[in-house]
């Protein structure tokens, strides 16, 4: 899985050479700051983090593209593995 592939992560890092696609339902939309956005997702029962960073993010339009989505949208995002500094295993979208 991928939790036992990347847990040897250390807080904080990032495996940018990674690439995962992952499609799901919004349960929820946190911010933190202006270029910081969490969203947990749905997907065939399993629950994911994406941690959207706006240094990350393809393209000048961050808080355009994430004023969009809501609770209950269905969004796809392609990115990298990482764990945030409380050591969750979110995607770190860049599309």
Known sequence: SLVERFSGL???QKELDSDFSIAGRVKSKRA???KLRFYDLVADGV???LA???DLHDGDDFVEAHD???RGDIVGV???IGKT???ELP???RE
């Open 47 to 49: 629950h994911i983090q």
């Open 91 to 93: 995607i770190f979208p």
């Open 32 to 34: 933190s700051g202006a």
């Open 10 to 12: 250390s807080n904080g």
């Open 85 to 87: 500094n409380r050591g």
């Open 68 to 70: 969009g989505i809501h």
């Open 78 to 80: 392609r990115g990298c």
């Open 52 to 54: 959207c960073s706006a």
